[in-house]
């Protein structure tokens, strides 16, 4: 009787085991570069939408050099943290996808290392290469810039408004239910209504010569932030920024014509022009003195600081990805501007993409530094409160600027 | 009559006939399966094998220790005759030792280190990327075109300028001009006496060629050649200089010593740190960060407060609920009762983070159903006043949760005896009686454990409350990042992961002090629970 019983109990135990090995080798296993010398392999991590793209180009690249190049499809949102736990581990990949706004987290753990981009750094538009750099060093080959513009239905306003308060007229003389829309929500979006603090002059750090942020000038509390605050805590009397329009409702009520502008990035293109909208794209206008300055949010591809294959991860980068046909490629999966300039050129045959990419040119890029984390802590709420007239607007403002302070300095 | 024929068999023949057949029978299936058990034994070993492999070649000698016991373990456990229980036992305690005694102590040993952003690697790896970093390229210096060449298994760079200067040097010898290099196009690509490499002979050797620097004179401050492509050099000074004996890392501008003070990076003496620093055991830091910082000792007692209040109500909200229901639907004079209970299970298919998520959107202020159509257009924000969200919290974790409570009271209730009830009447109880004092108490016995499982489960129910709320509504004034109604595990998850920062030693020390609060509650709870069943 337990002979014949056996084979299942032995079957649980196979299964545990192999559950074992594969933890095992999970977590020592499948190390690209320990392979033998000779056969080069570049492990590239990609998300789904420009992996067939880079196929292609990961194609032409072993044909011509006889390195072989392996894509492992990873889901973009969460490329920051596996890069950031498996580099050290010496699993990590040699080059990976990744957001401009990663790196101040990927050179804290010392996970990427610097790329020399040589003549060709002056290809790419500069806003570009400032995003992805870090302590005047460059870290990353950008292929994307992408930002917030102002979003037109020209049925119901045929002409671009020359100013915040002109938008705002012609919203209202549309008649329609909302004068302008920008995502908002309950706990507000600074991300969406920078913009308009930037035209205050109230950045949120000072910038040093390079372009790059400097983490010791936090400006965000200066008198334009007052300002921006005041202004904001109007706006919100006036019903002009209900904390109730989230991103998904903004999209909806845009739309369905309920608007006739929407701040909002490309992403929000497609959808308007599917509902068969006559888009135009213009400049956000500014309500304050100085011009209306979006986040510019850059992707590109970023080398391990563990790669074995330096060189051959500097080639692939530097001479396929920043080339024009790859850059356009690229474009047309994401339809986000290309970040060199020859290949922006092209792509601005779109009228949509060329708008945005000027609007995108006159931005400033996210901050990439990890103090940035300190900042979106407070800043959100502080702007919803604001908006929902829950106290002093200049007194609110300045709390958020000392919190701010408080929690870069103790860390 | 009595011509027995001598063949036939007698009846002692016929008893040995079905015993030998009998034997034969069981001798055959015990090969079957013998032959079945080796086989799946040898496919556990061939894995165990690969995984030993795989585990020696990457020096992972822990993961190959635990391999190897387990392998022969299971190999002993059932080519040993006897040791039933073992054979029963063992994949269950191999799947435990995995899944939950690891996982534990993993936790347990990150709540002991500074394990999180800026500490997630060893030294060796944190200053070689400091070093990695520290080459900054001299300003406005020109690339240089340029030929690696290969002598005796040695590398030289073989550069020429713009200006059309060849030279040569190696990590040793600084760059020195030569006239003899042999010109292609402008750029030399030989030089007599060494191999030129091509980029395949490159790649064969990059890891070498990578991290040669070559001086450009004798004065190492004034830089050195690299390449980061092997076609292309350019000229870099390091900021950082590495002193491998003493163990410190030195500005070379500003000629700051940073040293290992034991803090887990490099530190200087006025207090400034290099990153990325590495990860060290820190004791018991973590555990006591969690009760003295201000950011989490500030709101903790109120956060703890809600967190077993929701966590109470939510248990006594759904069982409530659930128990009507069931007794309801328990009724036999009720029809189309398959039908009712069939819709009353349905918010339990609803994965409940989409539910969370919906309900989000019906109870928006100005857009949601609620208000748009249940109260006529009423502004009421039932996710930004902090009162307001707690009710709203509790109804969602209501709705989520009652068909859970439903089911298991219904079968619970189905197993007692309808006799007791029925003696009961006869006895002249009333209906509510005789819910209370014999219903009740029967269901308590069997629903008791259930009810702790699901306090436990309140208790850390991330999910709900990250995309119902968010914890907020936040006072922007109270300046803190915690809202009306974070508990005590998304409280921990703000303080640990706040934006691109994570501190997982923090967490992780959080989730181990959790644990006992929640073990604590259980195990009260389950003593009560004892009580309740000697009762009976």
């Known amino acids: ?411 | 009559m009595s011509t027995q024929t001598p063949h036939a068999p007698s009846g002692r023949e016929l008893r040995q006939r079905r015993r030998a057949r009998q034997i034969a029978e069981h001798a055959s299936g015990g090969i079957l399966s013998l032959i079945i058990k080796i086989a799946l034994i040898a496919v556990v070993d061939a894995i165990s094998l690969f995984a030993l492999f795989v585990a020696m070649t990457q020096r992972q000698w822990i993961v190959f220790a635990v391999v190897l016991v387990i392998a022969a373990v299971v190999n002993v456990v059932y080519f040993t005759r006897g040791w039933l229980p073992a054979k029963y036992l063992t994949p269950g305690l191999v799947f435990l030792l995995i899944f939950q005694v690891f996982v534990i102590g993993y936790t347990g040993y990150i709540a002991f280190t500074n394990y999180g952003t800026g500490h997630n690697s060893t030294k060796e790896d944190a200053v070689m990327a400091l070093v990695q970093s520290a080459q900054e390229r001299v300003p406005d210096s020109p690339a240089y075109d340029l030929t690696v060449l290969e002598q005796l298994g040695n590398y030289s760079f073989l550069v020429t300028a713009p200006d059309g200067t060849v030279s040569v040097g190696d990590d040793d010898t600084p760059l020195s001009s030569v006239g003899d290099a042999e010109m292609s196009g402008g750029v030399a690509v030989g030089l007599p006496g060494y191999t030129s490499l091509d980029f395949a002979g490159i790649l064969e050797h990059q890891k070498e060629i990578a991290a040669m620097t070559v001086q450009i004179s004798d004065d190492p401050n004034d830089g050195a050649l690299r390449t980061p492509d092997g076609s292309k050099a350019y000229l870099y000074v390091s900021t950082l200089e590495y002193d491998e004996a003493a163990g410190t890392m030195t500005d070379t501008e500003t000629g700051t010593v940073y040293s290992d003070t034991g803090v887990g990076a490099f530190t200087a003496e006025s207090g400034e740190q290099l990153m990325p620093g590495w990860s060290i055991n820190v004791g018991v830091e973590n555990f006591t960060k969690a009760f003295t910082e201000q950011s989490i000792r500030g709101p903790l007692i109120s956060v703890t407060i809600w967190t077993f209040a929701f966590a109470l109500l939510s248990v006594l909200t759904t069982f409530a609920l659930g128990l009507f229901l069931a007794i309801v639907f328990n009724d036999m004079r009720m029809k189309g009762r398959k039908l009712y209970r069939v819709v009353m299970i349905l918010p339990y298919a609803f994965p409940g983070f989409l539910g969370a998520l919906v309900w989000a959107g019906l109870l928006n202020r100005d857009f949601g159903f609620v208000n748009d159509v249940l109260f006529g257009g009423a502004a009421i924000p039932w996710l930004t006043n902090t009162w307001l969200a707690k009710l709203s919290i509790l109804w969602v974790n209501l709705w989520l949760g009652f068909p859970y409570m439903f089911l298991v009271c219904t079968g619970a209730l189905q197993s007692i005896p309808d006799e007791l009830t029925e003696a009961a009447t006869v006895d002249g109880a009333k209906p509510f009686a005789v819910f209370r004092l014999i219903k009740l108490p029967l269901l308590l016995v069997s629903i008791a454990p259930l009810l702790i499982s699901s306090f436990a489960f309140n208790f850390n129910n991330f999910n709900l409350i990250y995309m119902l709320t968010e914890g907020g509504p936040r006072d922007a004034a109270a300046g803190i990042n915690v809202g009306g109604t974070d508990i005590l595990i998304s409280m921990v998850y703000k303080v640990a992961f706040d934006g691109a920062t994570s501190d997982y030693g923090l967490a992780s020390a959080f989730s181990i002090i959790i644990f006992v609060v929640v073990a604590l509650v259980a195990i009260i709870s389950f003593k009560q629970t004892k009580a309740l069943e000697d009762l009976n």
């Open chain 1, 1 to 411: 009787m337990t002979v014949k019983k056996n084979p299942i109990l032995a079957l649980g135990a196979m299964t545990a085991v192999a559950a074992l090995a594969l933890t095992g080798c999970s977590s020592g296993g499948s190390d690209e570069a320990s392979e033998k010398d000779g056969s080069t392999t570049l492990t590239v991590w990609v998300d789904a939408d420009r992996a067939p793209v880079l196929k292609d180009v990961a194609a032409a690249f072993e044909d011509e050099s006889g390195i072989k190049v392996k894509l492992v499809q990873k889901d973009f949102g969460k490329i920051q943290e596996q890069f950031v736990q498996q580099v050290p581990t010496g699993k990590g990949p040699d080059i990976t996808i990744g957001a401009h706004d990663w790196l101040g987290d990927f050179v804290t753990n010392g996970v990427v290392q610097p790329i020399e981009l040589g003549d060709t750094a002056g290809d790419f538009q500069d806003v570009a290469i400032t995003a992805m750099s870090y302590d005047g060093k460059t870290y990353g080959v950008p292929y994307s810039i992408e930002s917030i513009a102002l979003l037109r239905n020209t049925e119901l306003a045929p002409e671009a408004p020359a100013s915040y308060d002109d938008m705002v007229q012609m919203g209202t003389d549309a008649g329609t239910e909302f004068p302008f829309l920008v995502q908002v929500g309950e706990e507000s979006d600074p991300y969406h209504l920078y913009p308009f603090q930037t035209s205050f002059g109230a950045p949120v750090f000072g910038t040093n010569d390079d372009g790059s942020y400097n983490s010791d000038d936090l400006q965000i509390g200066n008198d334009g932030g007052i300002e921006f605050a005041n202004w904001l805590a109007e706006q919100g009397a006036a019903g002009l920024l209900p904390t109730t329009v989230d991103g998904d409702i903004a999209k909806e009520k845009f739309v369905s014509g309920d608007s006739p502008f929407l701040i909002t990035g490309p992403w929000n293109v497609g959808a308007a022009e599917e509902a068969g909208i006559d888009l135009a794209v213009d400049p956000i206008p500014a309500p304050g003195s100085g011009p209306a300055q979006p986040f510019v949010g850059v992707q590109g591809f970023y080398v391990s600081a563990k790669s074995k294959n330096v060189l051959a991860a500097t080639e692939f980068l530097t001479n396929y990805i920043g080339t024009k046909d790859v850059q356009l490629e690229l474009y047309k999966v994401g339809n986000r501007a290309p970040a060199l300039t020859a290949a922006f050129d092209e792509a601005s045959a779109d009228p949509i993409t060329a708008a945005f990419g000027e609007v995108g040119a006159n931005g400033v890029p996210m901050p990439n530094i990890p103090e940035m984390g300190a900042v979106w802590q407070y800043w959100g709420v502080t702007e919803a409160d604001i908006i929902n007239g829950k106290g002093d607007p200049a007194e609110l403002w300045t709390t958020m600027a000392d919190d701010i302070q408080s929690a870069i300095d103790g860390e």
